[in-house]
């Protein structure tokens, strides 16, 4: 380690030798949530179990570079209809009649 010596090194040692973990290491979530809610905080859990998608399968990472005057448009149509962005660009196959 180091060539400092610590002043009472071995009494600290027994000092440290004698903790122990308490019992029950681990607070109840109740307590906590209550403690949690004495400040001002509050839950970030969903209150109810999260809407989840079907199942989509194999999937495959596309990544583009697209030109502004595409990337825009295309983004703002998939937020007017709450699409990601593979599902828009499924809708828009859709509707060339690509799929």
């Not at 307590?31 to 509050?42: C, L, M, S």
């Not at 109810?48 to 990472?61: A, K, M, N, Q």
């Not at 990544?63 to 599902?87: D, G, I, K, L, M």
Request: overall charge positive.
């Amino acid at each position: 380690m180091s060539d400092i010596e610590f002043p009472n090194r071995r009494k600290l040692a027994a000092k440290l030798g004698t903790i122990t973990p308490a019992a029950d290491p681990q607070p109840h979530d109740d307590r906590v949530d209550a403690a949690a809610n004495r400040h001002g905080f509050v839950s970030r859990e969903p209150a109810e179990e999260p809407f989840r998608r079907e199942r989509l399968g194999p999937v495959v990472t596309l990544h583009t570079r697209a030109p502004v005057r595409v990337a825009t448009p295309f983004q703002r149509f998939c937020e007017a209809n709450r699409f990601s962005y593979w599902e828009g660009i499924e809708e828009l196959m859709k509707r060339a009649g690509v799929v």
